[in-house]
């Protein structure tokens, strides 16, 4: 099977034209390193154009070329020379110790070296002058130096690079961060939005729903009066929201209620569901002073909208909202009576966002989170939520 060659990079290709050219120049100027060798004239043409054409794939092939160039050196030698050739050579072994293999980066400059050290010791034994002594510096000069500056070149831009990769993965990771950020943010506020406004909304289509159908003046004016109440109640928790949002952390108004509920404001959360028709009891066992802020809004945002749930799908009957805290937990527990006769239809539409954002709210502190049939028929919501915020992952308890 033909397996073509890999096509010379378009540098490869200029420095080996330049060096032909270079080397033919020379010739021709009669211009020659060597004198006396065996071969005189138009053969030191023959190791030009070979290391020429090594040029062209060192780049593709930089261990081939150094050993191929090499011996196309070695031959150079029975010729009168020609320094292109010399400077093409010195070029090979840059490139094998800058695109070869690691393995090769690091045997070049070792090889290199004691063929150095080998050429300097041989001169200076045969020789037995101290002008052998540039023999082996010149061996160094044109093998042990170019491959040495190769490796070092190597190392700048292996660096270089590694840095790179390491900027762009910081990069991705900040994005990453940054994405997650804004998602959590945003599901935050859908919770906070949701819960807010969820209760009064529900009770304005019920109590509208009521009036335009039940033609009696009295029934009319109280659910019109239910409406206004749960309109300015409704607006109070968009402008809480909105004070979220632009983060202003305290109101001018010290009349204005607190942007995050606690529970102590359970008391009031229940009696104005009350007026919505809802028939709410309200049981609390322990102190509900001194909560961690996340989990007494957790807690007051479970109640509210079950309470909001209750009013929309509970069938008649009382509804039931037991708080009990302890020294490592808050549990929560909503019972409502369960409507067999509507078929599921509630009596204002939904988003069915509810449930999800409760549990999201409990998963958030480490907690359980339950809904479901109960006996009675009833319909009930359970949280559990800790005290304590959960361990990170991988901390030693």
Same mark, same amino acid.
């Given at each position: 099977?033909?397996?073509?060659?890999?096509?010379?990079?378009?540098?490869?290709?200029?420095?080996? +034209? @330049?060096?032909?050219?270079?080397?033919?120049?020379?010739?021709?100027? @009669?211009?020659?390193?060597?004198?006396?060798?065996?071969?005189?004239?138009?053969?030191?043409?023959?190791?030009?154009?070979?290391?020429?054409?090594?040029?062209?794939?060192?780049?593709?092939?930089?261990?081939?070329?150094?050993?191929?160039?090499?011996?196309?050196?070695?031959?150079?030698?029975?010729?009168?020379?020609?320094?292109?050739?010399?400077?093409?050579?010195?070029?090979?072994?840059?490139? *094998?110790?800058?695109? *070869?293999?690691?393995?090769?980066?690091?045997?070049?400059?070792?090889?290199?070296?004691?063929?150095?050290?080998?050429?300097?010791?041989?001169?200076?034994?045969?020789?037995?002058?101290?002008?052998?002594?540039?023999?082996?510096?010149?061996?160094?000069?044109?093998?042990?130096?170019?491959?040495?500056?190769?490796?070092?070149?190597?190392?700048?831009?292996?660096?270089?690079?590694?840095?790179?990769?390491?900027?762009?993965?910081?990069?991705?990771?900040?994005?990453?961060?940054?994405?997650?950020?804004?998602?959590?943010?945003?599901?935050?506020?859908?919770?906070?939005?949701?819960?807010? +406004?969820?209760?009064?909304?529900?009770?304005?289509?019920?109590?509208?729903?009521?009036?335009?159908?039940?033609?009696? !003046?009295?029934?009319?004016?109280?659910?019109?009066?239910?409406?206004?109440?749960?309109?300015? /109640?409704?607006?109070?928790?968009?402008?809480?929201?909105?004070?979220?949002? $632009?983060?202003?952390?305290?109101?001018?108004?010290?009349?204005?209620?607190?942007?995050? !509920?606690?529970?102590? @404001?359970?008391?009031?959360?229940?009696?104005?569901?009350?007026?919505?028709?809802? /028939?709410?009891?309200?049981?609390?066992?322990?102190?509900?002073?001194?909560?961690?802020?996340?989990?007494?809004?957790?807690?007051? $945002?479970?109640?509210?909208?079950?309470?909001?749930?209750?009013?929309?799908?509970?069938? !008649?009957?009382?509804?039931?909202?037991?708080?009990?805290?302890?020294?490592? $937990?808050?549990?929560?527990?909503?019972?409502?009576?369960?409507?067999?006769?509507?078929?599921?239809?509630?009596?204002?539409?939904?988003?069915?966002?509810?449930?999800?954002?409760?549990?999201?709210?409990?998963?958030?502190?480490?907690?359980?989170?339950?809904?479901?049939?109960?006996?009675?028929?009833?319909?009930?919501?359970?949280?559990?939520?800790?005290?304590?915020?959960?361990?990170?992952?991988?901390?030693?308890?």
């Amino acid at each position: 099977m033909h397996v073509p060659l890999p096509r010379p990079h378009r540098d490869d290709a200029r420095i080996a +034209v @330049g060096g032909l050219l270079g080397g033919l120049a020379l010739w021709g100027l @009669g211009l020659a390193l060597n004198t006396g060798r065996p071969l005189g004239g138009a053969w030191v043409l023959l190791p030009l154009v070979a290391m020429s054409a090594l040029e062209l794939s060192r780049r593709t092939r930089p261990g081939f070329s150094a050993l191929a160039g090499t011996l196309v050196l070695a031959a150079d030698q029975f010729t009168q020379g020609s320094l292109a050739t010399l400077l093409m050579f010195t070029d090979l072994m840059y490139a *094998g110790a800058l695109y *070869g293999s690691r393995a090769l980066a690091r045997r070049l400059p070792l090889v290199t070296g004691l063929v150095t050290v080998g050429a300097t010791v041989g001169s200076l034994a045969w020789l037995r002058r101290p002008e052998a002594l540039l023999i082996g510096a010149a061996v160094g000069l044109v093998a042990f130096g170019p491959a040495v500056t190769g490796v070092l070149v190597r190392g700048h831009r292996d660096t270089a690079t590694a840095e790179r990769l390491r900027a762009e993965q910081t990069a991705l990771l900040a994005e990453v961060d940054r994405v997650q950020a804004v998602t959590a943010e945003r599901a935050r506020m859908a919770r906070e939005l949701h819960d807010m +406004v969820a209760n009064h909304l529900s009770a304005i289509a019920i109590h509208s729903t009521a009036a335009l159908s039940i033609d009696d !003046p009295a029934t009319t004016r109280g659910a019109l009066e239910t409406i206004r109440e749960n309109s300015v /109640d409704g607006l109070a928790e968009m402008r809480r929201l909105i004070g979220i949002l $632009r983060d202003a952390g305290s109101t001018s108004d010290p009349a204005e209620p607190a942007v995050v !509920p606690t529970l102590d @404001g359970l008391a009031a959360l229940v009696e104005k569901s009350r007026g919505t028709g809802l /028939d709410v009891t309200l049981t609390v066992t322990g102190t509900l002073g001194g909560l961690p802020a996340p989990v007494g809004l957790a807690a007051y $945002r479970i109640v509210q909208e079950s309470l909001t749930n209750a009013l929309k799908h509970a069938g !008649p009957g009382r509804v039931a909202v037991v708080v009990v805290r302890s020294d490592e $937990r808050v549990d929560v527990r909503v019972t409502s009576p369960y409507d067999d006769d509507r078929d599921g239809q509630p009596r204002a539409p939904g988003s069915g966002a509810g449930l999800v954002g409760m549990r999201e709210r409990t998963a958030l502190l480490g907690g359980t989170f339950e809904a479901g049939p109960a006996d009675g028929p009833a319909w009930q919501v359970r949280a559990t939520l800790p005290l304590e915020p959960p361990a990170p992952q991988g901390e030693a308890a």
